[in-house]
Antibody
Framework: QVQLVQSGAEVKKPGASVQVSCKAS????????LHWVRQAPGQSLEWMGW????????KYSQKFQGRLTITRDTSASTAYLELTGLRSEDTTVYYC????????????WGQGTLVTVSS | DIQMTQSPSSVSASVGDRVTITCRAS??????LAWYQQKPGKAPTLLIY???SLQGGVPSRFSGSGSGTDFILTISSLQPEDFAIYFC?????????FGGGTKVEIK
């Protein structure tokens, strides 16, 4: 079955960078887009960007342009999110999510990774 | 960006009640609309895609309707496991955007 397993919680200081990984299994990694979505406590969901693991093409939300990099390692079936210049507002849970077979909605999600930004 | 507006933000209901949640897009998204359920501390799960198609394994008491800018999620007979937060999401364009969520609470 499809599984997306994310790396563990992180605590970072303001201005630092964080990398979160998302290891995929149970399907052909290069066949489906992977997205990153974040959710602040008690808030809605916010799409950050996506990667086509097949060719490495990416697209980012304008909000995160310049701070966000999404990459992948096809040999490890793993996607990565790197966010730089962390600030307190970046304290949220970060999810990776895979396109469904049926379209551009998110049929499979990772378990989430809490990133806390605190001095 | 396409703004997604859900209403109500919360609803109190009893087991067996019929619950409807609406989602309005700031511009037409055709049928590129999905609904998710999220329980505390968990990732969202896909309920409805293409505005009205039921994701595999989702109980038939869930249904979706609408197209263009106005959409509805209906739970025909609320069950104890349905108390959760529900989000709509448009997949018509980038950035993908979500509604603010509707919390379904026990009356």
């Amino acid at each position: 079955q499809v599984q997306l397993v994310q790396s563990g919680a992180e605590v970072k200081k303001p201005g630092a960078s964080v990398q979160v990984s998302c290891k995929a299994s149970g399907y052909t990694f290069t066949k489906y887009a992977l997205h990153w979505v974040r959710q602040a406590p008690g808030q809605s969901l916010e799409w950050m960007g996506w990667i086509n693991p097949g060719n490495g093409n990416t697209k980012y939300s304008q909000k995160f342009q310049g701070r966000l990099t999404i990459t992948r390692d096809t040999s490890a079936s793993t996607a990565y999110l790197e966010l730089t210049g962390l600030r307190s507002e970046d304290t949220t849970v970060y999810y990776c999510a895979r396109d469904a077979d049926t379209g551009g909605w998110f049929g499979h999600w990772g378990q989430g990774t809490l990133v806390t930004v605190s001095s | 960006d396409i703004q997604m507006t859900q209403s109500p933000s919360s609803v109190s209901a009893s087991v067996g009640d019929r619950v409807t949640i609406t989602c309005r897009a700031s511009q037409g998204v055709s049928s590129w609309l999905a609904w998710y359920q999220q329980k505390p501390g968990k990732a969202p799960t896909l309920l409805i895609y293409g505005a009205s198609s039921l994701q595999g394994g989702v109980p038939s008491r869930f249904s979706g309707s609408g197209s263009g800018t106005d959409f509805i999620l209906t739970i025909s007979s609320l069950q104890p496991e349905d108390f959760a937060i529900y989000f709509c999401q448009q997949a018509s364009g980038f950035p993908r955007t979500f509604g603010g969520g509707t919390k379904v609470e026990i009356k």
